[in-house]
């Protein structure tokens, strides 16, 4: 079955702008969590889905904001964005309620912010 | 008291020798305590899991030892092969949290 996909794999941006990640689950997965990842602070959890509904989100400023559809699909959105913002943006999918359970990663979207 | 701390930072072994990975945690709600191997270019991927009732825990070369008056597991990995060269992050979660909090990583050589 096919795994986590994300789009697109790099972006490159300027500071000040937005930019909107894209996230698709196994199928059947209801659970969606994003995390962020530099060498400096390693993997930090961002927000996660379930079932449309927002349950848990890291502490990252408001510019960070994130939104699942109802095929289960997600979307995480930046906006003024800071150099600081450049990392590995992941996406993990699971069939539990949450609780990092089962996680399966997708290949991460590049941000580099210039 | 959410942190994992993860040592050492980088370790070299030979192939075919021993791995051995070390984590620490304080918060005794944690539940659930993954290990996760990530290659270049993709993101991390799911090795072996442990729950805090469970002392050891083997698959195949891999295997996870846990010490939960200590709040330190450790992951071993036997017969080190050089594609097994790779980061590896140890991570914990508690119930109702919803997340996973990760130690910073280990970069794991093994020389042919």
């Known amino acids: 079955k096919a795994g986590v996909t994300q789009t697109p794999r790099y972006l490159i941006k300027t500071r000040g702008q937005q930019v909107t990640l894209s996230c698709s689950p196994i199928s059947g997965h209801r659970s969606v969590s994003w995390y962020q990842q530099t060498p400096g602070q390693g993997l930090q959890f961002l927000f996660e889905?379930?079932?449309?509904?927002?349950?848990n989100k890291g502490n990252f400023p408001g510019r960070f904001s994130g939104r699942q559809f109802s095929n289960s699909r997600s979307e995480m959105n930046v906006s003024t964005l800071e150099l600081g913002d450049s990392a590995l943006y992941l996406c993990a999918s699971s069939a539990s309620q949450g609780g990092g359970y089962g996680y399966t990663f997708g290949s991460g979207t590049r941000l580099t912010v210039v | 008291q959410q942190q994992v701390k993860q040592s050492p930072q980088s370790l070299i072994v030979q192939k075919g020798g021993i791995s051995i990975i070390n984590c620490a945690y304080e918060?005794?709600?944690?539940?659930?305590f993954p290990w996760y191997q990530q290659f270049p270019g993709k993101g991390p991927a799911l090795l072996i899991a442990i729950r805090p009732d469970v002392s050891e825990k083997k698959e195949g070369r891999f295997t996870i030892s846990f010490n939960k008056s200590a709040k330190q597991f450790s992951l071993h990995i036997m017969d080190s092969q050089p594609g097994d060269s790779a980061t590896y992050f140890c991570?914990?979660?508690?119930?109702?949290?919803?997340?996973?909090?990760f130690g910073q990583g280990t970069r794991l050589t093994i020389n042919p």
């Open positions: 918060n005794t709600a944690f539940d659930y």
């Open positions: 889905y379930f079932s449309e509904t927002q349950r």
């Open positions: 991570a914990a979660s508690e119930e109702g949290a919803q997340k996973l909090v």
